[in-house]
T-cell receptor, first 111, second 110 residues
């Protein structure tokens, strides 16, 4: 069964600290992996998209990594800000219109 | 450039009522989607469209209908609302680089 599992479910960190969110998937075949940020009461916003051949991709303070062999991805947030408080969703695509969404990691950045 | 706009933002329905969730995008994207997001669950695809006049079912289409008469608009219709349809609904449009989501419609069926 195609699944995307994210950990931890929730996380609290102090402002200015770094953190890493994990995504493990069993989706096959693999087309690409996306990370989205979803603020409370808003729709998801794309952070990064990685294909099979890409190991890392950055978007400002966000850096995503992909290990296609172990089917794992991580999202690293550097020097966290209060505005980083949100849910972070990992999404794996197995082809045209076949997206499997993770349940997200809820991050709270505390002052 | 407004992106993807959904209306209404909130709605409460009684069981058996019907309603249409509106979605419009101004980015000239061919692909559009409707998802539902239940608490603690990942987004589930209800219906999608690859262009005007073309729609297809997603993972959870039962109880919903869609139409796509123009590139811009992709309304979602609930004919006989049921409590199981209480959820947050997201419309999205996409190009090759990724999806753009609307702000969502929070629907409660009581």
């Amino acid at each position: 069964k195609n699944q995307v599992e994210q950990s931890p479910q929730s996380l609290i960190i102090l402002e200015g600290k770094n953190c890493t969110l994990q995504c493990n998937y069993t989706v096959s075949p693999f087309s690409n992996l996306r990370w989205y940020k979803q603020d409370t009461g808003r729709g998801p916003v794309s952070l990064t998209i990685m294909t099979f051949s890409e190991n890392t991709k950055s978007n400002g303070r966000y850096t995503a990594t992909l290990d296609a062999d172990t089917k794992q991805s991580s999202l690293h947030i550097t020097a966290s800000q209060l505005s980083d408080s949100a849910s972070y969703i990992c999404v794996v695509s197995s082809g045209f219109q076949k997206l499997v969404f993770g349940t997200g990691t809820r991050l709270l950045v505390s002052p | 450039n407004a992106g993807v706009t959904q209306t209404p933002k909130f709605r409460i329905l009684k069981i058996g009522q019907s309603m249409t969730l509106q979605c419009t995008q101004d980015m000239n994207h061919n692909y559009m989607y409707w998802y539902r997001q239940d608490p603690g669950m990942g987004l589930k695809l209800i219906y999608y469209s690859v262009g005007a006049g073309i729609t297809d079912k997603g993972e959870v289409p039962n109880g919903y209908n869609v139409s796509r008469s123009t590139t811009e608009d992709f309304p979602l219709r609930l004919e006989l609302a049921a409590p199981s349809q209480t959820s947050v609904y997201f419309c999205a449009s996409s190009w090759e680089g990724g999806q753009y989501f609307g702000a969502g419609t929070r629907l409660s069926v009581l």
